[in-house]
């Protein structure tokens, strides 16, 4: 008999406790912009107008090795989509983000359902929680319409903000709910996002709203990530992390944001963020298909 696990069926959470290290994509919006995404046009509005582009990039990540990929949907939720007259095509871009990413990832790979920040504080009265709730309901139903198996909530920086995703997509959908919030270095070597969250904090906070993985994504490289996930594993021996770090630091030259790290360097830290207590590595800002491919090919070699 061929069992669920055996077809790929078996979701993250199990995955993980099989003892599997899983491997994420990389960077969507550098790709969308070689493609011709220009400034101050939606990345999202691109699931309708050019969804063979958008199902580009997915499939190269699927094809560099990675067992999940995210949705072009980070901006998707209502605050963000009213900046470009779309807060009614909330519903529709999310499913389509989905469509596509599903379509790459065929019936053995997951889908990460992506959903970033508003841009909204309720601590400057900006935006209320249930307000927040809402537009992040909307925007999880779509995604999960679409085909999405977990829901990635990143880029997080106030617990509010987070807290209000989670329970969103906790309480109206049957995804898998991921969290991972963005953090900087102090200069003592402490990490804190912009609101002062440090790891730990976000550890005890988010798991007790119902987050099943949490972890930290964007603002740094894998070297800073392995520093964050020792401390996210310290305040909490079980829960699944999830580390999705940039090419190392952004330079800017010549009116562009470069990203040095090779795949070559950013694959050289895996071994240690596995230690560290990481379950799924992937990448952010920068990172490419060449890097998430020697990703892969460290993490087949530490097992």
């Known amino acids: 008999m061929v069992t669920k696990k055996e077809k ?11 003892g599997n290290v899983l491997v994420s994509d990389g960077a969507w919006g550098t790709f969308l912009q070689k493609m011709g995404l220009q400034p101050g046009e939606c990345p ?3 699931n ?30 209502s605050f963000k989509l009213a900046h470009f007259g779309l807060a009614d095509k909330v519903y529709e871009l999310n499913k389509a983000a989905a469509e596509i990413s599903r ?13 970033g920040p508003t841009g909204k504080m309720i601590v400057m009265g900006d935006v209320t929680f249930e307000e927040l709730y809402e537009s992040f309901k909307e925007q999880a139903i779509a995604l999960e319409a679409g085909g999405a198996d977990a829901l990635v909530i990143e880029t997080m920086s106030d617990l509010d903000e987070a807290k209000a995703a989670i329970k969103a997509c906790r309480e109206n959908t ?14 003592d070597d402490e990490f804190f996002t912009m609101m002062g969250t440090t790891p730990e904090d976000m550890t005890r906070e988010l798991v007790e709203a119902g987050a ?18 020792r401390a996210i594993r310290k305040a909490n021996p079980d829960v699944p992390i999830l580390i999705h770090a940039n090419a190392g630091a952004p330079i800017y030259k010549n009116g562009e944001t470069i990203f040095i790290e090779t795949p070559d360097i950013t694959s050289s830290y895996v071994g240690e963020l596995i230690n560290a207590g990481a379950n799924i590595i992937g990448g952010c800002c920068g990172t ?13 070699k530490n097992e």
């Open 8 to 18: 790929g069926m078996a979701t993250i959470i199990e995955k993980i406790r099989l």
């Open 174 to 187: 049957r995804c898998e709910v991921i969290c991972t919030m963005t953090f900087d270095k102090s200069g």
């Open 103 to 115: 379509k790459a990832a065929g019936p053995e790979k997951k889908v990460l359902g992506s959903i």
């Open 212 to 229: 099943t993985i949490i972890g930290a994504n964007c603002g740094n490289g894998m070297e800073n990530m392995i520093a964050i996930t």
């Open 288 to 300: 490419t298909p060449a890097h998430i491919k020697e990703i892969v090919a460290r993490v087949r």
């Open 44 to 46: 999202e509005s691109w």
């Open 48 to 77: 309708v107008k050019y969804p063979d582009k958008v199902l580009k990039i997915a499939k190269s990540y699927i094809d560099a090795g990675s067992d999940m990929i995210e949705t072009n949907s980070f901006g998707g939720n």
